[in-house]
């Protein structure tokens, strides 16, 4: 029962806050205590053998690595930071892990065990838990999500991505320049997450004050509470730093896929960003993501709830599936931004 509340607050805020909520961890990890402190030592140390060569094979090539010409919503493998695996990973390298699927590295043999147990962790305890909330709030029918959506332990996607960010990246002829907003640098553009929900942990010790340059925005602030550094020519609101961060607290994102099924008129899906804030050292800064996605298969319908105003009239037309849906997410994912004139 006190496990439900904690999940059930967390639900809570993420209506209130306008699509994010922390989680505090330390009453929920029981016997996994030390699956997110085993899974980013382990990453770090893999980072650092790929640096050194020793992931590579006879050829010198890099183990698992990802092409990046294929579909990023399937991705399993390792990626460079580089502009040419999308602009959401000019600044980053990771370990990216989709549909279940896992795998080795020839210098850590416990990379793929310690990869595991995080992942059962943050999906079976931290994300199902939300859910099962989130069914308990709009009073849907028990395992909403499983029975009509999942299962989605084979079906969501996860990574731990590692900062790689140096002066030379603002003059490099390979590297398009760091994006610049209010003299942050953006290192991750605003944008939400395609899933249900999002589970983030940011690897520090502890809880920590801060988000280590993560940030949401918060819209629709008035003419008077919004300062002037924090103003768009294109819309009103503020980018905000999230209030804590470390291995013991999960950040909860809503999703454009719980937000479309919801029409946006209960939970709404939440832009977030990353900078530079100066307070760290950013190549210091990794996280682990987990994106809670529906089967390929299950139909995109705003979900049964009576919170939910449907409006209009009834179609016999099929919703898309979350594989069409997410095909278009995708190929967004991989395409780099416009320049905005003026």
């Known amino acids: 029962m006190i496990v439900n509340q904690i999940f059930d607050k967390c639900v809570h805020d993420l209506e209130i806050n306008g699509g994010y909520a922390l989680l505090p961890l330390s009453e929920l990890q029981s016997s996994l205590n030390n699956a997110i402190s085993n899974a980013f030592d382990t990453a770090r140390c893999a980072f650092d053998d790929i640096e050194c060569g020793d992931d590579c094979s006879g050829d010198g090539a890099l ?15 390792y990626h ?22 896992f795998f080795n590295l020839h210098s850590n043999v416990d990379f793929e065990s310690d990869m595991k147990q995080f992942f059962h962790f943050s999906h079976d305890v931290v994300a199902s838990g939300v859910l099962r909330a989130i069914e308990r709030r709009l009073e849907l029918p028990d395992c909403y999500f499983d029975n009509e959506l999942g299962p989605t332990d084979n079906s969501s996607q996860w990574h731990l991505k590692q900062y790689q960010v140096d002066e030379l990246d603002e003059h490099s002829n390979d590297t398009p320049p760091l994006s610049q907003q209010h003299d942050q640098k953006v290192l991750l553009p605003m944008h939400t997450d395609p899933s249900l929900i999002s589970v983030v942990i940011i690897d520090s010790p502890g809880v920590n004050k801060g988000g280590k340059g993560l940030e949401v925005f918060q819209a629709n602030c008035s003419e008077d509470t919004v300062p002037n550094d924090c103003k768009t020519k294109h819309s009103r609101g503020i980018w905000k730093a999230i209030p804590h961060h470390g291995r013991d ?11 479309y099924l919801t029409k946006g008129q209960v939970f709404s899906a939440m832009k977030h960003r990353v900078v530079d804030d100066c307070k760290d050292d950013i190549n210091d800064r990794m996280a682990a993501t987990l994106f809670v996605r529906p089967q390929p298969g299950a139909y995109m319908k705003t979900l049964p709830s009576k919170y939910i105003e449907h409006g209009g009239a009834s179609s016999t037309k099929l919703p898309p599936t979350f594989r069409v849906w997410n095909a278009r997410v995708a190929k967004n994912y991989m395409k780099k931004k416009k320049k905005q004139k003026g």
Request: no cysteine; proline share 2%.
């Open 249 to 259: 607290v999960a950040i909860i994102f809503v999703g454009s896929v719980l937000s």
């Open 80 to 101: 460079k930071a580089s502009h040419l695996n999308g602009r959401y990973n000019q600044h980053r390298q990771g370990f990216v892990f989709s549909n279940g699927e």
């Open 63 to 77: 183990m698992h690595l990802i092409d990046p010409s294929t579909d990023s919503g399937g991705w399993t493998g």
